[in-house]
């Protein structure tokens, strides 16, 4: 089985900066893609950014230019760096694992979420 867990996530003024985390755990042989979404109250989970095993990142427009994603293959790591953090940048921000191979195949996998509330 596949553990995913995220960390990081707090409460910040309007223009800071915070970094999340995550890291999967459990069988892995690899993971093609790892993806940051997040979710605020009364929305639908969106996409926020993704990366690559070869490093090819892709963002949501809206946080181009202010959010960094990044990972680390050998230990099953991706970061995201946001800096001059929005209100609405505030939700609860999910780690997930895309085709991630293991020894009972090869699915995908979330984290519980990490809350960012972003606020004067």
Known sequence: QVQV????????????????SCAASGSIFSISQMAWYRQAPGQQ??????????GRTDYKDS???R????????KNTVTLV?????????ANYFCKTIRTATPQG???Y???GTQVTVSP
């Open 5 to 20: 867990e995220e960390s990081g996530g707090g409460l910040v003024q309007p223009g800071e900066s915070l970094t999340l």
């Open 67 to 74: 959010f960094t994603i990044s990972r680390d293959n050998a």
């Open 45 to 54: 989970r969106e996409l926020v950014a993704k990366i690559n095993r070869d």
């Open 110 to 112: 979330w984290g519980q």
């Open 63 to 65: 946080v181009k230019g």
């Open 106 to 108: 090869v699915s995908d």
């Open 82 to 90: 946001m800096n001059s953090l929005k209100p609405e940048d505030t």
